[in-house]
């Protein structure tokens, strides 16, 4: 059984407005996300995490006739670890995977899940990921360009990121007892000594960060709607 994990807990700062609920065609940015693991077929069910203030406004948003696979609704925390790890406390005795991913991925598909799970299932974690494909520069702190960094290799993590319960459990537990601080659950299983595969993605599934983010959104959900229709 697969449980997913939605992570809404964002301030949205660098938006200028909440990203969770800006419309993205006729439904926001969450609405886009959720579907994808609802339309999942291995997705048993859906733990939404968000900022409490938020709460109310995503039930309004994700409503039990639409999203019938959603199991709770969370408070999350000052950091992305801690958010996971409420919605973790809310997981089914039934859970056996775990997919943690970012509501402001909304261009995420079902195949992707289903892609990445069955390389969860095989090894224990994966990640689906994108080939960094531009030239990398590092820079000192004046932004004066000081070398290049190899890109052969080198992959942007995407989320959904899924792993078997007890490993994710344990990645938790062991963050948790460092007071350690992670940006993403595959850092979690790193510090374990257990290898994450990543799952090669060659489709849309950018983070909504900037404005801009959303007008590109928009432009390839036309897209795939148009191409649905021929």
């Known amino acids: ?20 609920f800006a419309l993205l065609g006729d439904k926001p940015v969450i609405a886009h996300s959720a579907a994808a693991f609802q339309s999942a077929e291995n997705v048993a069910d859906i733990i939404v995490v968000g900022r409490q203030d938020c709460l109310e406004q995503l039930r ?60 969860a299932r095989e090894h224990g974690a994966a990640s689906l990921a994108a080939p960094v494909v531009d030239t990398l520069k590092r820079a000192d702190e004046t932004r004066l360009v000081t070398g290049s960094v190899d890109r052969e290799g080198v992959y942007a993590m995407q989320t959904p990121q899924i792993f078997s319960r007890e490993l994710l459990m344990n990645a938790y537990g062991r963050v948790a007892a460092s007071n350690g601080a992670i940006t993403d659950e595959v850092s979690a299983v790193e510090a374990l ?9 060659d489709d849309f599934n950018f983070k909504i960060t900037f404005a801009g983010d959303l007008e590109l959104a928009r432009l390839v959900l036309a897209q795939r709607q148009q191409s649905a229709t021929h």
């Open 1 to 20: 059984m697969l449980t997913a994990i939605i992570v809404a807990g964002g301030s949205s700062r660098r938006m200028g407005f909440d990203k969770t």
């Open 193 to 201: 000594g257990h290898k994450v595969v990543l799952v090669p993605n």
């Open 60 to 119: 309004e948003t994700l409503t039990p006739a639409a999203f019938g696979k959603l199991r709770a609704f969370v408070a999350g925390g000052a950091q992305r670890q801690d958010s996971v790890a409420a919605g973790l406390k809310q997981l089914s005795p039934a859970a056996e995977f775990i997919a943690v991913h970012d509501a402001a991925r909304p261009l995420v598909t079902p195949s992707a899940i289903e892609r990445v799970y069955a390389a």
